[in-house]
């Protein structure tokens, strides 16, 4: 075995060693925390409840089940919120094109990342050949994922700083002596998107017929927020047990604000991080393009060394997931 593959398995084991066991120190020191997460997504995904469908506001004869309406009648503690028993690749990425609020279909999609594949191999092969045709392929080619993902998480994080003003004015409507649905109304008129067309489209179900648990559990697996997850558990309650509706929304009010508040504040902390990650990884491809058109033959040598290349690969994708994991944080 050569010094240098000899060298990379070291690093590589190194690594693989070293993420092992932050990833065990991690998970006993924030036990309660995922144990209180495993909690609240345990109420809303238990075994054997009914696989939720994708409900339209307008629907025909041959979708309604009213048997299965029947059923939900009287709903209690203990019915979850029903989830897909099996999630595939193709209604992941239907979950993120929804949340992201692009106007995309999942075959356009599919069209927008084969088309930027084509403009990255064509790319690769005129700087580098064979060698730099599938990278460039690859890398152009996961864009407009990337993109997608970038979209969904920025819908989500307006969404979720959002929240805690649209459980005050909640609060503040049921306290004047309004109902439920016009608490919703309340916050689809008087916010912004994408608050006000979640909370819309709930209140509008609810007008079409609707019953109001469903409602609420469509609106937790559209956002896929824990605190959307927390409040619909509280709304359940409320609707099953009674009580003080306001105080409970002014307290969740101020528990997402206060976790809203953390997030930032580690997001902060972090962001040295989160750049130094994006330099490490931007840089070596960068350069090697820049060397390419300053001394080309110089460049060439490297990629002779087909096997010296893809551990470079595998040690940054090593290393982007080490700092992944070690920058992020479960709230």
């Known amino acids: 075995m050569s010094l240098p593959l000899s060298l990379t398995l070291m690093f590589l084991a190194a690594s693989l060693s070293v993420a092992a066991g932050y990833s065990i120190w991690r998970d006993l020191r924030h036990r309660d925390a995922s144990r209180a997460r495993r909690r609240v997504e345990s109420e809303f995904q238990k075994p054997g409840s009914k696989p939720a469908m994708r409900t339209s506001l307008f629907k025909t004869d041959g979708q309604l089940d009213f048997n299965a309406l029947q059923s939900d009648r009287q709903p209690t503690l203990d019915a979850p919120l029903p989830l897909p028993r099996r999630t595939d690749w193709r209604s992941h990425l239907q979950k993120m094109v929804e949340q992201s609020g692009l106007k995309l279909s999942l075959n356009q999609l599919a069209y927008l990342s084969a088309g930027t594949a084509l403009i990255g191999a064509a790319l690769g092969f005129l700087v580098g050949g064979a060698m730099l045709l599938g990278i460039g ?26 929240l805690p003003a649209a459980f005050d004015l909640m609060a503040r409507v049921l306290r004047s002596g309004y109902s439920v649905p016009q608490a919703f109304q309340a916050v689809a008129d008087s916010l912004e998107p994408p608050i006000a067309g979640e909370f819309a489209q709930c209140q509008e179900q609810q007008n079409l017929g609707m019953l109001p648990e469903l409602t609420y559990r469509d ?34 009010a ?66 982007a997931l080490w700092i992944r994991k070690i920058i992020q944080f479960d709230f």
């Open 137 to 162: 392929a690859i890398g152009l080619g996961l864009t407009p994922l990337l993109y997608l993902r970038h979209k969904q998480k920025s819908r989500l994080d307006r969404f979720l700083m959002q």
């Open 219 to 252: 609106l937790a697996q559209r956002t896929g927020i824990l605190e959307v997850k927390i409040f619909v558990m509280a709304m359940m309650i409320q609707r099953q047990s009674g009580g003080n509706l306001s105080e409970v929304l002014e307290r969740l």
């Open 254 to 319: 101020a528990l997402v604000r206060e976790r809203v508040r953390l997030r930032n504040h580690v997001r902060t902390l972090t962001a040295e991080g989160r750049m130094q990650a994006l330099v490490l990884l931007v840089l070596p491809p960068v350069m090697f393009l820049v060397m390419r058109f300053v001394n080309r033959p110089y460049a060439d040598i490297l990629l002779e060394h087909t096997g010296l290349l893809a551990a470079m690969f595998v040690a940054m994708a090593v290393g």
